[in-house]
């Protein structure tokens, strides 16, 4: 049986999560890219980076985004969230600290739930080199809604 999550569960999917599939438009085309976020409880936020690019360009243009979260357990067993928002894009010290803080939240959701230890970015994102700072982003949550299956 399929069910529509309360705003509570679907926040807490967001909030347990680190991978999610970011949704944008870019010249009237839908596009979907894997990304590595956190969800900042406190600021309702999801902070996220990249290289600058496609997504980062369109999301410049246009700047509605979704994001969407699942835990997939097998064909009948699965629940995701579907976050709707817009993506604010960060600069200097404050970029560097909200990267700061997607760093320690990422790090400890992957010893909690991966039960290993992780000491640098680096070590679970390609995307950060050694010099180069990256495109801090926020994605301000405006909505979230959530569904399961559970047979």
Known sequence: MIKS???KESFLILKNNYIGNLGYVF??????????YFYDEEKNCIICYSNEGHKITAMRKNNNVSLEVSEISSVNKWQSALVQGTFEELKGSEATAYLHDFSLGVKDLIMRKEVRK??????FS??????DMPIVYLIKVEEITG???RN
């Open 5 to 7: 999550l309360q705003e």
């Open 118 to 123: 992780l000491d640098y970015i680096n070590e």
């Open 126 to 131: 390609s995307k950060i080199y050694a010099d």
């Open 147 to 149: 569904r399961m299956r």
């Open 27 to 36: 010249q009237n085309k839908p596009f979907i890219a894997p990304i590595t």
